[in-house]
């Protein structure tokens, strides 16, 4: 691949986006690797989570191509919002946790796919925003749909029609963000995160995410039925009676997935 860095490193997939001369910013060759890498993290086994970052220090993803965004009219750019959405939805269905490590600029398409992972990490000179309106557009990759699932639609309103940067304090400040590291210790602390995630039983952690993802589009009470469904398969599983067993015997777990 020529955009993209991918590494496996005892289960973790690091998926490193590297255009750092234009900023990673996001063209549809990016996003076609982008999409090979989801197919190696969603099928390969031995993949258990992966961490989502920049190359550089300067920029997460900067934002879209402008060039290509430029040739766009409202077929085209209907089409483009499409699979964009299509691409970032399939990040929040992969049934393994992909943790998004900002490592600088955030903006437009690097914000919407940050959006898209299980959750956000940055480092202390991260910037997030979606200035799309300030080129006459409007986010196209699930930012106005996201966002404001995340932070509440009053600021997602502010945020998207200022189309104003948000620093990494306010972000962690408005919960878009769990955690803010010094840049030097963004991926080490990352990492961390993902193998206390790796060390819980793997099928409870799929069904969790299942849970929490499709119960956002449902009432409370069908929310609640479908958690109750998801808990009776866990309930049913090898991994639940490994879990049970090991902290009645007071021992480590071996979890199989299952």
């Not at 989801?38 to 402008?66: M, P, S």
């Not at 409202?74 to 699979?83: C, F, N, P, Y």
């Not at 749909?145 to 304090?169: C, F, H, N, P, Y």
């Not at 400040?173 to 602390?189: M, R, W």
Request: charged share 20%.
């Amino acid at each position: 691949m020529e955009n993209i860095l991918f590494e496996i490193n005892q289960g973790i997939a690091t998926v490193t986006l590297n255009r750092p001369k234009a900023l990673n910013a996001l063209n549809q060759a990016l996003l076609a690797e982008l999409s090979l890498c989801l197919d190696r993290i969603e099928n390969e086994a031995e993949i258990a989570a992966a961490i989502l970052t920049g190359a550089g220090e300067k920029a997460f993803v900067a934002g879209a191509d402008i060039k290509e965004l430029a040739a766009l009219d409202a077929t085209s750019g209907q089409a483009l919002a499409e699979r964009g959405q299509a691409l970032f939805r399939r990040i929040e269905n992969l049934g393994k946790p992909v943790i998004a490590a900002v490592n600088g600029f955030a903006l437009g398409g690097g914000c919407e796919l940050a959006l898209a992972c299980t959750f956000r990490v940055c480092s202390t000179n991260a910037f997030f925003g979606l200035p799309e309106v300030s080129l006459g557009l409007i986010p196209g990759y699930g930012g106005t749909q996201r966002l404001s699932r995340l932070v509440g639609k009053g600021l997602a309103m502010e945020w998207i029609l200022t189309g104003d940067k948000v620093s990494a304090q306010r972000a962690y400040e408005s919960g878009l963000v769990n955690h803010v590291f010094e840049p030097a210790e963004l991926l080490p602390k990352t990492i961390e995160l993902v193998q206390k995630i790796m060390a819980r039983g793997p099928l409870a952690v799929r069904q969790a995410m299942r849970a929490v993802h499709m119960g956002l589009d449902m009432s409370l009470d069908q929310g609640q039925s479908m958690e109750a469904t998801l808990f009776g398969l866990c309930c049913g599983s090898e991994d639940a009676k490994e879990g049970l067993s090991a902290f009645i015997e007071k021992r480590p777990t071996a979890f199989k997935g299952c």
